[in-house]
T-cell receptor
Framework: NAGVTQTPKFQVLKTGQSMTLQCAQDMNHEYMSWYRQDPGMGLRLIHY???????DQGEVPNGYNVSRSTTEDFPLRLLSAAPSQTSVYFC???????????FGSGTRLTVV | AQKITQTQPGMFVQEKEAVTLDCTYDTSDPSYGLFWYKQPSSGEMIFLIY??????QNATEGRYSLNFQKARKSANLVISASQLGDSAMYFC?????????????FGKGTLLTVNP
């Protein structure tokens, strides 16, 4: 039972570089989402998906792209990394409205 | 306006005592869900408890209970018999429907410290 798997756990990028944060779940969850966590800000929603082929923007989508080609995978792409994107990123998934979201272990990203 | 407000940045409690963490929310949707998560210093997010807007009774999960006051739009987390391992950041979150979609919005969190 892997749950939600995020890779990598740590990453350092230079300003302007692009990269993809991977998120995969093996629970057949329809709902998946990406959050960023910054000190004193709680978790803020970046993008979310209610099923394969369907994505929508959250609270802070600028600078990030997502796609959902399969139920299992929901990658987050940073197009041109900026120091303001230094954060801890969490992927989460949920099966139904009444169930708690299952979170991945997070990716700590530093942009220098 | 904030959707989820946690007014206590930090709380202290003695071991074995009960503690209440406050959460108020703002929504115009009749159907919503309220969650509490625990984030220990290791960083993972742990689901604790859920309350649906139509649930008649307050949710309970072991030592955790949710004091749901719908008219006041509050969903406070009560931890009974605190343990040292309860020291962590606690987040309140609300799930709202947007058509056929759902969004989960978090508060800024309360850092709970349990003293021996």
């Amino acid at each position: 039972n892997a749950g939600v798997t995020q890779t990598p756990k740590f990453q350092v990028l230079k300003t302007g570089q692009s990269m993809t944060l991977q998120c995969a779940q093996d629970m057949n969850h329809e709902y998946m989402s990406w959050y960023r966590q910054d000190p004193g800000m709680g978790l803020r929603l970046i993008h979310y998906s209610v099923g394969a082929g369907i994505t929508d923007q959250g609270e802070v989508p600028n600078g990030y792209n997502v796609s959902r080609s399969t139920t299992e995978d929901f990658p987050l792409r940073l197009l041109s990394a900026a120091p303001s994107q230094t954060s801890v990123y969490f992927c989460a998934s949920s099966y139904t409205q009444g169930s708690g979201y299952t979170f991945g272990s997070g990716t700590r990203l530093t942009v220098v | 306006a904030q959707k989820i407000t946690q007014t206590q940045p930090g709380m202290f409690v003695q071991e074995k005592e009960a503690v209440t963490l406050d959460c108020t929310y703002d929504t115009s949707d009749p159907s919503y869900g309220l969650f509490w998560y625990k984030q220990p210093s290791s960083g993972e997010m742990i689901f604790l408890i859920y309350q649906g807007s139509y649930d008649q009774q307050n949710a309970t999960e072991g030592r955790y209970s949710l004091n749901f006051q719908k008219a006041r739009k509050s969903a406070n987390l009560v931890i009974s018999a605190s343990q040292l391992g309860d020291s962590a950041m606690y987040f309140c979150a609300m799930r709202e429907a947007r058509g056929s979609n759902y969004k989960l919005t978090f508060g800024k969190g309360t850092l709970l410290t349990v003293n021996p």
